[in-house]
């Protein structure tokens, strides 16, 4: 493809030259090389073809950012069947120049404007965003020609994809200064000539993966196998299951029973009940209902619905009492023994299974699911609900989101459960009974780090210094 830009100057330059500048009418494009600064609009041939640059850049050394294999800073304009006729190579710095009668005449493509995007902070552009590099506070990376700034510690959270609050700063576009970009002054007899506009100054946005877009799974029942289909577990990698499905439920309630009761036989904790001295009065129970905070009130409240006249009804109104305290006022001394009496009972076991389902892990997991998290990030939602309630899982997330985006809008699942577990070793440490932290620093960020998303025995964890397993 012939110089379009050259052709349109032509009959001026007859004009001021006279004929005896001879002027070629096949002037070709110039080779493309590594280490060269090209402005939009610049043509360059590569292989064979003929490529207009859509967006002022630097073509780094190394990078092999080539016509061909970089479509958003190139575009094919055809084959190059011209014999190439060398030119200078246009320079951020300078202006090529043509001037064999004296009079200059400035070459087109210096009259690019300026862009319309927010002022670059450099004309550096750095080396390409990898989605498998990991980057700490102060790295820079560039994406489709923006640079970038990584606030903290990040793997594969896309820059273009991050919001004000997120893990990326947006310094600009990359590939031109910060000083005013010069401007073709015409001559009295020149026309002024307008660049064509750059195809290409709007952010180029890339299409969202299938598994990004937040989808509200439909609730499934605890007592029936869960098999993951595209339309209820979007994000479930193939073979992996929700902690909604039976078996994954039962690992979820062993591992709260290593932490709440230092034992993985969760239902010999039915009769369980002492005050642990965390200011919430008794703590009782398959996953610790307490006095003080609301969960044992209701558990014997729907106990009593189902089975009037129940060896702990009368003690509702105490429990109503001391409920946000933690006396044991109008309680003892007999409602321990009361509570261990009740736990023989079948529907007193049921209504404290209930209790869990429907106050802690059925709320827990559809949030975790709508947030696009595996099994792994499901237990983590449900095991900070268990100790800080379901608002105070809440509370932890908007904390983590500070930090790190969840896969359903984006961002990367470990970077974001890293984020989490910090937070949430944050509210445990408010609290001086649950100082130790080690239900998640060696139990669910080991298995984060070794990359058990999906939560698959065999397992291995510590909690408290005890040692536990399970193996299928």
Known sequence: MKNTTYRALKPLLGLLMGSSLLISTALAADSWQEGTTYTAGTVVSYNGQDYRALVTHTAYVGANWNPAGTPTLWAAQGTSTATPIPTPTSKPTSLPTTTPTGAPVTSAPTATP????????????????????VYTGGQRVTQQNVNYEAKWW???????????????????????????????????????????????????????????????????????????????APTAVPGGANLDDPAKKEIAMQLVSSAENSSLNWRGQFAYIEDIGDGRGYTAGIIGFCSGTGDMLELVEYYTAQVP???????????????????????????????????????????????????????????????????????AYYDAAVVHG???????????????????????????????????????????????????????????????????????????????????
């Open 114 to 133: 300026k862009p319309a995007t927010p002022t670059p902070v450099s004309s550096t552009c750095y080396a390409a965003w990898s989605a498998t590099s």
């Open 154 to 232: 990040t793997q594969g959270d896309n820059p273009a994809l991050s919001t004000a609050d997120g893990v990326w700063k947006n310094l600009g576009n990359c590939g031109s200064s910060n000083t005013p970009v010069p401007t073709v002054t015409p001559k009295p007899t020149t026309a002024p000539i307008t660049p064509t506009p750059k195809p290409t100054t709007a952010p180029i946005t890339p299409t969202p993966k299938p598994t990004t877009a937040p989808v509200t799974p439909t609730p499934k029942p605890t007592t029936a196998p869960v098999t993951p289909t595209p339309t209820t």
């Open 309 to 379: 006249g129940n060896n702990l009804a009368s003690y509702l109104p105490a429990l109503r009492a001391v409920n946000n305290t933690a006396s044991h006022a109008g309680l003892d001394p007999n409602f321990t023994s009361a509570w261990k009496t009740a736990a023989a009972d079948s529907r007193f076991q049921a209504a404290q299974e209930y209790e869990r389902d429907t106050v802690y892990f059925n709320p827990a997991v559809k949030l975790a699911k709508q947030d696009g998290l595996h099994a792994l990030g499901q237990f």
């Open 390 to 472: 379901f608002e105070g899982l809440q509370s932890v997330r908007r904390a983590a989101l500070k930090k790190a985006s969840v896969p359903s809008a984006g961002g990367a699942e470990v970077t974001y459960l890293n984020a989490f577990l910090d937070a949430r070793v944050v509210e445990m440490k408010k609290e001086a009974a649950h100082e130790d932290v080690s239900r998640i620093e060696t139990a669910q960020r080991v298995f984060l780090t070794n990359g058990n998303l999906n939560l698959d025995t065999p397992l291995y964890w510590k909690v408290y210094g005890d040692s536990f397993s399970i193996l299928k």
